[in-house]
């Protein structure tokens, strides 16, 4: 990657490393800030903790994990968005095994369902599909055939000079594009779907064809009993045994390098505390705007990504909607991205008290208004749209109803993406700046947030700290 380093902005190294002690295998230990407490900044702490270092975590909301954290829904506590863990989460299933969770998991079975034409079409087998009946025999094989391809490609950064339209217009037709894949791609990116690249396809169909067990076969879905709010419970609990510094409810509004060479961070409320090293987590248009001294390049490069933001409804229900896990849209005229059947995976008896979860997303570009719908409008969309989509939902079956939206969910794969990320070592020495914009050979999930800042900190951020405190 190239680097983004201004001479026309330069920040001293001076004193490095002012607070230094040293650990067992004669690195210095210094003092490290990192910001987000989501799966992202956990990870790096991990990281840090596992190299003798002495971490602080600030996070901005009152409770650690992000996207990934936990609410109320009634008596259940459960994640404020869906989560599942597939068998092929390796890295993911290694740090529950460290955290003594992996044992507990439950695996179930899933069954996947489409909307489409006004009807509710399970898609869950190799049968189903065969019979799937808005698409002929034809559309069916380049259907199978465009997700089996995608599925076997290696060399991903071609497919980003691609439009994503272009190549499964290629490679599925003009049928199957205008009937599955324009209105899905519409539902899940909007109108952003013109500027992105085929590396979007194909990381997600790589990864659900993972999920698979062989070919065309069921679908295997895990979680962790009491869900998120488990993990992050044990995960934050195994930093600070470990001697790390929790800060909640602490958003770092401003880093700042002193000339003494140690970094000075303004947490807003007239709170400030100093560090020797940053790595900063959150959203790439947050950290250009609480790093001053970035340099312009930097700055634009991060301003430049642009997020997939998400509005996404939690329904606790007295009975269940349907059989599948995921039900596809393909009718333009409904407003969700898809509908989340929680509880065909999540144990309804033993985890959400007898009750039913169903999550309803919307996702949209991190500018769109309908981010910023009232809740009262959205719940009467969902429900007035679950009432033509489901001739037996009714309102009344509803316990609890909650909205949960974040700006910045995921860097959309736009074309050429890659080629515009800003550096994780920056110009300002000792600064890291290592989000999950980053992904570049997948798509946004736990496991690969967690792969690439294993990654990324293991072959950028180390070295170059080390390199730094040998001077
Ligand atoms: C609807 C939805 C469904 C998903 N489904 C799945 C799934 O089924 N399986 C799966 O594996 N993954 C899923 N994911 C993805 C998963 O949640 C993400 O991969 C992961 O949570 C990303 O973690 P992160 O740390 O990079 O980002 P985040 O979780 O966004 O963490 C960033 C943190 O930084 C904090 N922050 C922001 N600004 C500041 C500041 N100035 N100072 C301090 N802290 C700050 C935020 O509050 C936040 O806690 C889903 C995500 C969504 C939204």
Redesign the pocket.
Known sequence: MMSVASPSNPVSDSSSTPHSSSTNDGSPSTRWLV???????LQVARDLIDRGQEVTI????PTF????SAWNLGDVIWDR?????LLS?TKLRDLLTDLGLESQMDWVETKTGFYSGGQLISMSNTAEFLKFPPLNLIQKLRLGGTIFYASKIKNWRRLEKLSVEKWLRRWSGKGVFEKIWQPLLQAKLGEAYKQTSAAFIWAHTARMYKARRSGMKTEMFGYVPGGYATILDKWVGWLKERGAETLTS????QVRKLESGEFEVDFGDGRTQKFDNVVS??ASP?IAD?VPQLSDEEKKRHRGIRYLG?V?ASMLMKKPISEYYVTNITDTWVPLTAVIEMSTIVNPDKQLGGNHLVYL?KYLPDDHEGLNESDEDYKEKCLSTLEKMYDHFSRDQVLDFKIAR?K??AALATIDYSTRLPDIVTSVPGFYAL??AHIVKGN????E?ITLGEEKFTEEVWPDYQRRVAK
Not at 35 to 41: D, R
Not at 65 to 68: F, W
Not at 250 to 253: D, E, I, N, T, V
């Open positions: 910001i987000g407490g989501g799966v992202m900044g600030a996070e901005a909301a994990g992000g996207l990934t968005f869906y989560h599942v863990t989460d602490s958003p770092a509004r987590t959150i947050v609480t998400v996404c997303p974040a910045y969910v989000n999950s946004l999930n736990v496991n947030t």
